[in-house]
């Protein structure tokens, strides 16, 4: 039997991620994929620059990816609870 990999994935293309920590190790290889597969991705990040950077970084990969920067400090409710305001703000699903 294969192994699984990305290539075992269909498009993406009408769905919605929120990946933290988007910025660095597992949530930039997730966002990097998933961005492949042409999912939007919400790069939940605490840090705005470390998060323009991975997105830049990305799109130099990926030149279509669908990205969107978002603040969240998951250490802080009261930054989770404005994050998902937020979202829903300008997401349908
Ligand atoms: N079970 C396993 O086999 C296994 C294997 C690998 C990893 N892990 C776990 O998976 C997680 C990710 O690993 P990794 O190697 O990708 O870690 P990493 O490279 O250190 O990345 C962590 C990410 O989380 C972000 N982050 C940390 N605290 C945050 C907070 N309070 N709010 C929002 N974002 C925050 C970091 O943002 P900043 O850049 O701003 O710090 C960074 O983007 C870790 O918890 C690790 O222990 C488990």
């Known amino acids: 039997m ?3 990999s990305m290539k075992n994935v269909g498009s993406l293309s009408n769905k919605t991620v929120i990946v933290t920590g988007a910025n660095a190790g597992l949530g930039y ?3 990097l994929a998933l961005a492949k597969k042409d999912a939007t991705v919400v790069m939940a990040c605490r840090n705005a ?3 323009e950077k991975a997105k830049q970084a990305i799109l130099q990969k990926a030149p279509k990816a669908k990205l ?3 603040t969240l400090d998951l250490s802080s409710l ?3 609870h404005t994050f ?3 979202f829903l703000l300008k997401h349908k699903r």
Do not use: F, G, P
Request: avoid cysteine; glycine fraction near 0%.
């Open 2 to 4: 294969e192994n699984w």
């Open 29 to 31: 290889e997730a966002t």
């Open 78 to 80: 009261k930054s989770v």
């Open 68 to 70: 969107e920067i978002m």
């Open 84 to 86: 998902a305001n937020n």
């Open 49 to 51: 620059e470390k998060a």
